[in-house]
C-alpha cells in the first residue's frame, strides 16, 4: 500500500453508509442470521459498494475461531467425491463457514504433511475420508483439539466421529445378485488394501456372499488397480490372459467400471455376454453407457451434507440430531447379465467317454 492508496474501508464505513450501528454492522456479518433481512440487506449492499473486507485473521484472534473446515479428500478425479464436496461446502455456507480443501492423491505419507498445513491455517474442524490414516494425524487433531469427522466409512476410530456407510454389506449385496445370475468365477477391482480398510471391507463382502453360496473368491482374482478409468482397462487386460476367464467383474467405483467396459469394447469382448460388470457410487455418467452400468447407489451428497452438519456441531459444542449412517442401494441396469452358458462338451469327447 502506497501513500497515493485511499485507505481501506473499515467497519465503521460500513455501518455508516448503512445506516445502522456499529454494532449491527458487526452482527450482519458475522451472525447474519441473528439480524433483520432488512438490516442485513443494508450492510450487504455498503459492503459491495465500499470494497470492504473483514479482518478475518484480528477477528479469529478475539474469538479463537476462524469459522474455516479443512475438507482433505483422497483426489478430485472420482466424481462421488466432487458431489459430497459441493455439498459439505453448500451446507457449510448456511451455517456460516467457508471450506478450506486439500488433495492428497491416496499417498498416506503425503497426508500429514497436508493435514498440518491446512490445520497451521487455522480451522475450526477437519473432515477426512476414511478411518485408516497415520497415529501422527490422530495426535495432531487430537493435540490441537481440533473437532474431527472421518466419512465414507463407519466403525470406530482413534479420535473423531464417523459418517458413513457399511462398505463391506454394500459388496456383500451386489455379489448377492451377480452370483443369483448363475455367475460362479467373479473377480473384484478394488484399490491398494494397504492402509485401506474400505477396500479390505469391501473385498470381504464379495468373499463372504461367495462362500455363503459355495464357491471362492480366488486371490487371482483380486485385482489392485487405481480407481481410475485406466485401472479399470488394466483390470479387463490381466481378465483377458486368465485360460479360465471370470464371467463377472464387480468393480469399487465407476470410474474403473466405465474403463473396464471400454477395454471390453477394444478387446472385442460383449457386455453383459461375455464380461458382466458392476460399478460403485452411480455417478451421473453409470447411467448413460452402453450398455448403462448396473452399480452400487452411495449417497454422495448426503455424506457431505451430514459431515458439514457434524462437523460445525463438534466445532460449536452443539449437536444435530442427524444420522451417523447411510443406505447404500443397488441400482440394476442392463452391463449385469445372465452367466454365459458352458460350452457342450464336443462330440469326439462324448464318443471316448461312451
Known amino acids: 500500500m502506497t501513500k497515493s492508496d485511499p485507505p481501506r474501508p473499515t467497519l465503521e464505513d460500513v455501518a455508516k453508509l448503512a445506516g445502522v450501528s456499529l454494532g449491527s454492522a458487526s452482527r450482519a456479518l458475522s451472525v447474519p442470521d441473528q439480524v433483520k433481512p432488512k438490516t442485513l440487506a443494508l450492510v450487504k449492499r455498503a459492503v459491495e459498494q465500499l470494497g470492504y473486507v473483514s479482518n478475518g485473521a484480528a477477528r479469529a484472534l478475539a474469538s479463537r475461531k476462524t469459522h474455516t473446515i479443512g475438507a482433505i479428500y483422497p483426489t478430485m478425479y472420482n466424481p462421488a467425491f466432487v458431489d459430497s464436496l459441493q455439498t459439505l461446502q453448500q451446507t457449510l455456507w448456511g451455517l456460516n463457514y467457508q471450506v478450506v480443501l486439500a488433495i492428497h492423491e491416496y499417498k498416506p505419507e503425503r497426508e500429514y504433511d497436508v493435514v498440518r498445513a491446512v490445520v497451521e491455517r487455522g480451522v475450526d474442524g477437519v473432515v477426512l475420508v476414511g478411518t485408516s490414516h497415520e497415529d501422527r494425524v490422530f495426535d495432531l487433531m487430537r493435540q490441537r483439539r481440533i473437532p474431527l469427522v472421518l466419512t465414507w466409512q463407519i466403525g470406530e476410530s482413534r479420535y473423531g466421529e464417523c459418517i458413513g456407510f457399511d462398505n463391506r454389506q454394500a459388496t456383500y449385496d451386489m455379489t448377492r445378485e451377480v452370483l443369483a445370475r448363475g455367475h460362479e468365477r467373479i473377480a473384484v477391482v478394488c484399490g491398494t488394501r494397504a492402509n485401506n480398510p474400505r477396500a479390505v471391507q469391501r473385498v470381504a463382502g464379495t468373499a463372504d456372499a461367495m462362500r455363503e453360496a459355495g464357491f471362492e473368491l480366488t486371490e487371482d482374482c483380486v485385482i489392485e488397480e487405481p480407481f481410475s478409468l485406466e485401472g479399470g482397462r488394466d483390470a479387463v487386460r490381466r481378465l483377458a490372459a486368465m485360460a479360465q476367464r471370470p464371467t463377472a467383474l464387480i468393480c469399487h467405483t465407476d470410474l474403473q467400471a466405465i474403463g473396464a467396459m471400454y477395454e471390453c469394447g477394444v478387446l472385442g469382448l460383449r457386455v453383459p455376454e461375455d464380461l458382466s460388470i458392476t460399478g460403485m457410487d452411480d455417478i451421473e455418467l453409470a447411467a448413460l453407457m452402453n450398455p448403462p452400468l448396473t452399480t452400487i447407489r452411495v449417497p ?18 452443539r449437536k444435530f440430531d442427524d444420522p451417523a449412517t447411510v443406505a447404500c442401494e443397488i441400482v440394476l441396469r442392463e452391463s449385469l447379465g445372465k452367466a454365459p452358458a458352458r460350452p457342450a462338451p464336443s462330440r469326439k469327447r462324448a464318443a471316448r467317454k461312451a
Not at 454422495?300 to 459444542?317: F, N, S, Y
Open 300 to 317: 454422495t451428497k448426503e455424506i457431505g451434507v451430514l459431515a458439514a452438519r457434524r462437523i460445525v456441531g463438534m466445532a460449536e459444542q
